[in-house]
């Protein structure tokens, strides 16, 4: 009894502690809730308080207010430098230099102006700066390259461009826009008033403004020279100017296009390209000799929407990602090291290949010069009697195709409305497996030895392969959960997708007794994926380790393959580019080539200039600066040997040749007979 009378004593016990302790909880909950709402209460008395709306409204009515604005001007700049120009290299000074005095001197106008146009001027410079700033990051993380007014024109293809944007926003790009948010939400609460009189200090004003000339004359002007002289290099123009400076020098550039060109004249242009091509001749030898080994065979080009070559030979999850393209480039000749000429579009990747020479930035020499004359390679073959033939599964106004194709030496050109209907669609264009099937189709019913481009297209940013039919039979990767829906996984099964589709096409070459008689060049048009996607970093460095200088490289180096018959299989590992297509091409099949800045790729010329300014050689890389591509270590020429100052002096000389070669017949329409 005694033991029970204790037990029932302790859980008497026990509940008064619980309920004692409940109570403390609850007294304690009570004191957080009062506490919080004399914290809320203090930040509403806060915001509320008189002279926190008079401080507002003194920064607002005053030149204060420019200086505000400057300085949010400038910490937006900084972010775009740091997330996308500067992201792995370190910002200049007289990049940070140029961009205070350049936002200086932008606000000018509203520092002369008086209160009211004074705060809507500079808020109208704030928006417009943020867009350009904001638009800038989208568009260098798209083509690791800086937006040109020229590129106005490229807004016609906003749908197919819109494509690529959900994976380009982020979250911190309203960071660009924050302060102009903030502003509008104090306009719209009143908390600010705009006074109709404010006197003007004139005497700020002069002297802002005799500060901004000293800038302009002793500053500005001088790293603005200096920059000009990267004509090409976006980048390095950035580093000595800013960004500011960069667009006034793309401004300025764009106006006095046809002013600043190096060869006005036909004449002039060939003088110094017989010298170039005399150079190569002296220089580079064949290092394969397949002269004519291919004449009057059959000869076909597919360009492969986005492959980049780190795709070639690797399995995801103990599946090939390109088991097709594995099999053909281990059968034939693979290069290893061909690079992009340009960044950005499909249309300059057919533009190099076709007319050897460097395109204008991202499909304008297709958009805007489409009635220009070029030594092309339809010409060429066209002449040695092949029947000539094209076909994309994209519409024919797209990148002014149709315009550029149709006055070319073509028998047969086909677009999207050459195809039914119904066929499968794959991003709103002709999938890649109809394509080549249509193809195969066709020149089944040639009588004649044919010359054939095929441009696909299904392997194109998104990735997500969007309209494919039965894609569990196309798509055999499994990505895994690590990638599964995500950019990186996307990508690999669209390569995949491509990979499939080129299979058939083999496959029906074959059945149709075409393939053993056939020259075949097979290689990827551009990039897929962003520079620094770390999701393909790190899975490449899974194999190999990339330093940044590496990482630059593999950003241009797309796959490629070519198949001579009766020639066995081998490797080339030496850079070569797309310009050197045309001329390879025709020395194989014995044609006579015409004018071209290529060389052919079993020469043994050991550089690639790309059209930003950029030198990539087996061992070294340039960007403004020489980098030893297998450490990644900058160089100092000064302090390397001769023969090797020379040799690195040649190629940036020849760089500056071709570009300029490449420029002016662009604009000047130089090639026209």
Same mark, same amino acid.
């Given at each position: 009894m005694k033991k029970i009378l204790k037990v029932i004593e302790k859980d008497i016990e026990l509940k008064d502690t619980t309920q004692v302790e409940s109570e403390e909880i609850i007294d304690n909950d009570k004191k957080i809730v009062n506490q919080g709402e004399k914290k809320s209460k203090k930040i509403k008395d806060f915001f509320n308080k008189e002279q926190v709306k008079q401080l507002l409204n003194k920064?607002?009515? &005053? /030149?204060?207010?420019?200086?505000?604005? $400057?300085? $949010?001007?400038?910490?937006?700049?900084?972010?775009?430098?740091?997330?996308?120009?500067?992201?792995?290299?370190?910002?200049?000074?007289?990049c940070i230099y140029n961009t205070i005095s350049f936002i200086s001197i932008i606000l000018i106008l509203p520092m002369l102006l008086k209160n009211r146009f004074r705060f809507i001027t500079a808020n109208i410079i704030n928006l417009f700066v943020s867009f350009l700033l904001c638009i800038n990051e989208i568009y260098y993380s798209y083509a690791t390259n800086l937006v040109s007014i020229s590129q106005i024109s490229n807004l016609q293809y906003g749908k197919e461009i819109s494509a690529a944007l959900p994976n380009l926003i982020h979250i911190h790009q309203i960071l660009y826009f924050i302060d102009i948010i903030l502003i509008l939400c104090l306009c719209a609460f009143k908390r600010i008033k705009l006074q109709k009189r404010v006197k003007n200090n004139y005497i700020v004003s002069i002297c802002y403004i005799i500060i901004m000339l000293m800038l302009i004359t002793k500053f500005v002007s001088k790293n603005i020279e200096e920059a000009r002289v990267h004509q090409y290099n976006k980048l390095l123009q950035v580093e000595n100017a800013s960004i500011y400076g960069y667009h006034y020098i793309d401004f300025t550039n764009n106006l006095n296009m046809k002013k600043n060109l190096k060869y006005k004249t036909k004449e002039a242009m060939l003088q110094d390209y017989n010298l170039l091509k005399n150079t190569y001749d002296e220089k580079y030898k064949l290092q394969y000799d397949f002269t004519e080994i291919a004449k009057d065979k059959n000869v076909i080009i597919v360009q492969l929407e986005s492959i980049q070559n780190f795709v070639v030979n690797r399995k995801i999850n103990g599946y090939e990602i390109t088991p097709n393209l594995n099999k053909f480039l281990n059968e034939n000749i693979k290069f290893t090291n061909m690079q992009n000429q340009s960044y950005s579009s499909t249309a300059d990747s057919e533009y190099s290949a076709m007319n050897s020479i460097f395109p204008l930035e991202n499909g304008?020499?297709?958009?805007?010069?489409?009635?220009?004359?070029? $030594? +092309?390679?339809? =010409?060429?073959?066209?002449?040695?009697?092949?029947?000539? &033939?094209?076909?994309?599964? #994209?519409?024919?106004s797209f990148w002014n195709r149709e315009s550029v194709y149709s006055r070319l030496k073509i028998d047969n050109l086909y677009f999207d409305d050459k195809f039914d209907e119904n066929v499968e669609r794959i991003n709103e264009y002709v999938s890649d497996e109809q394509v080549y099937r249509k193809i195969v189709d066709e020149i089944k019913t040639y009588d004649n030895k044919f010359f054939v481009n095929i441009v696909a297209s299904s392997s194109h940013i998104a990735f997500d392969l969007p309209g494919i039919q039965n894609k569990e039979e196309k798509v055999k990767i499994d990505v895994g959960e690590q990638y599964k829906g995500m950019f990186f996984g996307n990508y690999l099964e669209a390569a995949n997708y491509a990979d499939y589709a080129f299979g058939i096409f083999i496959d029906e070459l074959k059945k149709a007794g075409l393939y053993e008689d056939t020259v075949i060049l097979v290689y990827g048009d551009h990039a897929g994926?962003?520079?620094?996607?770390? @999701?393909?970093? +790190?899975?490449?460095? @899974?194999?190999?380790?990339?330093?940044?200088?590496?990482?630059?490289?593999?950003?241009?180096?797309? *796959?490629?393959?070519?198949?001579?018959?009766?020639? =066995?299989?081998? %490797?080339?590992?030496?850079?070569? $580019? /797309?310009? +050197?297509? =045309?001329? &390879?091409?025709? @020395?194989?099949?014995?044609?006579?080539?015409?004018? %071209?800045?290529? @060389? %052919?790729?079993?020469? #043994?010329?050991?550089?690639?200039?790309? #059209?930003?300014?950029?030198?990539?050689? +087996?061992?070294?890389?340039?960007?403004?600066?020489?980098?030893?591509?297998?450490?990644?270590?900058?160089?100092?020429?000064?302090?390397?040997?001769? %023969?090797?100052?020379?040799?690195?002096?040649?190629? *940036?000389?020849?760089?500056? /040749?071709?570009?300029?070669?490449? *420029?002016?017949? #662009?604009?000047?329409? *130089?090639? /026209?007979?």
């Amino acid at each position: 009894m005694k033991k029970i009378l204790k037990v029932i004593e302790k859980d008497i016990e026990l509940k008064d502690t619980t309920q004692v302790e409940s109570e403390e909880i609850i007294d304690n909950d009570k004191k957080i809730v009062n506490q919080g709402e004399k914290k809320s209460k203090k930040i509403k008395d806060f915001f509320n308080k008189e002279q926190v709306k008079q401080l507002l409204n003194k920064i607002i009515n &005053t /030149k204060i207010f420019v200086l505000v604005t $400057s300085i $949010s001007i400038f910490l937006k700049t900084l972010l775009l430098y740091k997330v996308a120009i500067f992201n792995n290299t370190q910002i200049t000074t007289n990049c940070i230099y140029n961009t205070i005095s350049f936002i200086s001197i932008i606000l000018i106008l509203p520092m002369l102006l008086k209160n009211r146009f004074r705060f809507i001027t500079a808020n109208i410079i704030n928006l417009f700066v943020s867009f350009l700033l904001c638009i800038n990051e989208i568009y260098y993380s798209y083509a690791t390259n800086l937006v040109s007014i020229s590129q106005i024109s490229n807004l016609q293809y906003g749908k197919e461009i819109s494509a690529a944007l959900p994976n380009l926003i982020h979250i911190h790009q309203i960071l660009y826009f924050i302060d102009i948010i903030l502003i509008l939400c104090l306009c719209a609460f009143k908390r600010i008033k705009l006074q109709k009189r404010v006197k003007n200090n004139y005497i700020v004003s002069i002297c802002y403004i005799i500060i901004m000339l000293m800038l302009i004359t002793k500053f500005v002007s001088k790293n603005i020279e200096e920059a000009r002289v990267h004509q090409y290099n976006k980048l390095l123009q950035v580093e000595n100017a800013s960004i500011y400076g960069y667009h006034y020098i793309d401004f300025t550039n764009n106006l006095n296009m046809k002013k600043n060109l190096k060869y006005k004249t036909k004449e002039a242009m060939l003088q110094d390209y017989n010298l170039l091509k005399n150079t190569y001749d002296e220089k580079y030898k064949l290092q394969y000799d397949f002269t004519e080994i291919a004449k009057d065979k059959n000869v076909i080009i597919v360009q492969l929407e986005s492959i980049q070559n780190f795709v070639v030979n690797r399995k995801i999850n103990g599946y090939e990602i390109t088991p097709n393209l594995n099999k053909f480039l281990n059968e034939n000749i693979k290069f290893t090291n061909m690079q992009n000429q340009s960044y950005s579009s499909t249309a300059d990747s057919e533009y190099s290949a076709m007319n050897s020479i460097f395109p204008l930035e991202n499909g304008m020499s297709f958009a805007q010069y489409a009635s220009n004359d070029y $030594s +092309d390679i339809y =010409k060429l073959f066209k002449s040695a009697g092949y029947t000539t &033939t094209y076909i994309h599964g #994209n519409e024919g106004s797209f990148w002014n195709r149709e315009s550029v194709y149709s006055r070319l030496k073509i028998d047969n050109l086909y677009f999207d409305d050459k195809f039914d209907e119904n066929v499968e669609r794959i991003n709103e264009y002709v999938s890649d497996e109809q394509v080549y099937r249509k193809i195969v189709d066709e020149i089944k019913t040639y009588d004649n030895k044919f010359f054939v481009n095929i441009v696909a297209s299904s392997s194109h940013i998104a990735f997500d392969l969007p309209g494919i039919q039965n894609k569990e039979e196309k798509v055999k990767i499994d990505v895994g959960e690590q990638y599964k829906g995500m950019f990186f996984g996307n990508y690999l099964e669209a390569a995949n997708y491509a990979d499939y589709a080129f299979g058939i096409f083999i496959d029906e070459l074959k059945k149709a007794g075409l393939y053993e008689d056939t020259v075949i060049l097979v290689y990827g048009d551009h990039a897929g994926l962003q520079m620094y996607n770390y @999701e393909m970093i +790190d899975f490449i460095n @899974e194999v190999t380790q990339l330093n940044d200088i590496k990482t630059q490289i593999n950003y241009s180096n797309v *796959l490629c393959g070519l198949r001579i018959p009766g020639v =066995k299989a081998f %490797s080339i590992d030496k850079p070569v $580019s /797309k310009i +050197d297509i =045309k001329p &390879t091409l025709t @020395e194989i099949c014995g044609i006579e080539d015409g004018f %071209s800045l290529g @060389e %052919s790729m079993f020469s #043994n010329k050991d550089y690639v200039s790309l #059209n930003n300014g950029r030198i990539i050689t +087996d061992k070294y890389f340039y960007n403004g600066d020489w980098f030893l591509i297998e450490t990644g270590e900058m160089l100092d020429i000064n302090l390397m040997d001769d %023969s090797v100052k020379q040799m690195l002096n040649y190629y *940036l000389d020849c760089l500056q /040749k071709e570009l300029d070669i490449s *420029l002016s017949i #662009n604009i000047l329409n *130089l090639l /026209k007979e």
